[in-house]
């Protein structure tokens, strides 16, 4: 709307519980449900510099979702609804590479980090994820590269695991800080730690005082072993952290995030996943193996019912294996998921800005691109709105 002041709205890393980032169960529908049972930020899957490159970015008129698409295949997909909340996440040993993938997606998220901990030899060989760790002058570069290229509105952040010695990574994170990202995340894990050993939450107070005497005012986020809100809070007494990050609980039921009980996952998380994705048109495939991973809480239903439930959903060709997935109750779904980010929204152009605030985010419209931000910011409202 000409003539009307810009809405500019802070993306806020403090006081937060975040979806992390999931290859394959961070996917669009996860992210907006996770949105809709009180997630503060959501991170997307790690998408390779390379592959999110030369996409083809293809708007569905009927649902609004905005997919990224190279030879017919979709690398990654988002929608309105998300982007304030939304945080992109970048697989890179490159600093080039780094910036021409942000800058690719930058007129459709918020904010934008850089995956320092995956442990996989296919981010590993390529010099990425936890690999940066110790290659900090190119992790710096890259990030520093980021900062430079986008547009002060979207924050840059990162993603790291510990190092086996505290004091090289009090030594990693002064660096990174002096890069000038937004919020870094920490996994209280290792490199050669599996998922199954506990993380090491309690050597994050160290950390966190260590970040607060640096006197930048830059968040930590703890990551690691957090199962609910309600844990948040543990691990917010035990560490100091202001934010929390969870994954493997989000994984399994996406009512972690809200302050009430877990949902039952076959009888009320699943059909309200199923119907939004099929709404969504997200790709069978991907639902079937989010909703596989879905647990409920112990003794709602008896552990048979899920069992049934896993087993129509690994016997399912498509969502037609599911009478309750009903593409015009995803299409509701969706409409709670906008009027959740909406009121979420106007609370934040409320607050008013304070020291905490680490960056502005200006909410415009999908697809924005960031090189003229002269152009006249739309309201709230219409920014969320298909
Ligand atoms: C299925 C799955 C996929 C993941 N994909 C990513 C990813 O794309 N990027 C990333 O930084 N971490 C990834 N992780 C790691 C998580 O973000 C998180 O750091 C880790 O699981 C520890 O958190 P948790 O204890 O809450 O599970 C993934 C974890 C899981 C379980």
């Given amino acids: 709307m000409s003539g009307t002041p810009p809405i500019v709205h802070p993306i806020n890393y403090h006081n937060g519980i975040m979806l992390a980032p999931m290859v394959r169960s961070g996917t669009l529908p996860s992210r907006l449900l996770a949105l809709k049972y009180g997630a503060d930020l959501v991170w997307g899957p790690e998408i390779v510099d390379r592959a ?19 030879s017919s295949r979709q690398i990654w997909s988002t929608h309105p609804a998300e982007r304030p909340f939304l945080i992109y996440q970048i697989g890179s040993s490159s600093p080039s590479l780094a ?40 992790l710096c570069e890259i990030l520093t590269s980021l900062r430079r290229a986008l547009p002060a509105h979207i924050p840059v952040t990162a993603k790291i695991r510990l190092l086996p010695d505290q004091n090289d990574t009090l030594e990693l994170i002064r660096r990174i800080v002096g890069t000038g990202v937004s919020a870094l995340t920490v996994h209280c894990r290792t490199k050669e730690m599996r998922k199954t050993e506990p993380a090491l939450v309690h050597q994050l107070r160290e950390i966190v005082e260590f970040v607060e005497r640096l006197g930048v005012g830059i968040p930590v986020i703890e990551n690691g072993d957090c199962l609910s809100r309600q844990d948040a809070k543990r691990i917010r007494d035990m560490t100091g952290v202001c934010s929390v990050m969870l994954a493997t609980a989000a994984e399994k039921n996406l009512s972690c995030f809200s302050s009430g009980p877990l949902l039952d996952a076959e009888s009320v998380l699943a059909p309200t996943y199923l119907s939004l994705a099929r709404y969504l048109k997200n790709p069978w495939g991907n639902s079937k193996h989010c909703s596989s991973q879905f647990t409920s809480p112990q003794g709602k239903n008896g552990k048979s019912k899920l069992k049934e439930f896993k087993q129509t959903l690994s016997q399912g060709k498509g969502y037609d294996a599911f009478p309750d997935a009903d593409a015009s109750r995803g299409e509701k779904i969706l409409k709670e998921v906008e009027d959740v980010v909406k ?34 910011l739309k309201e709230v409202q219409s920014a969320v709105s298909m």
């Avoid at 970015?57 to 190279?70: A, F, L, N, Q």
């Avoid at 060989?125 to 690999?131: I, Q, R, T």
């Fill in 52 to 70: 999110i490159i030369g996409c083809e970015r293809i708007v569905d008129e009927e649902t609004g979702v905005i997919s990224y698409e190279k």
């Fill in 99 to 138: 910036v021409e993938a942000a800058l690719t997606v930058a007129g459709d998220v918020s904010g934008v980090d850089l995956n320092c901990g995956c442990p996989k030899p296919f981010s590993t060989h390529a010099g990425m994820g936890a690999n940066l760790l110790t290659n900090p002058d190119l």
């Fill in 343 to 376: 009121r979420r929204l106007v609370l934040v152009s409320e607050r008013p800005a304070t020291r905490n605030t680490t960056t502005t985010l200006q909410i415009l419209p999908p697809g924005t691109p960031f090189m003229v931000p002269s152009e006249p």
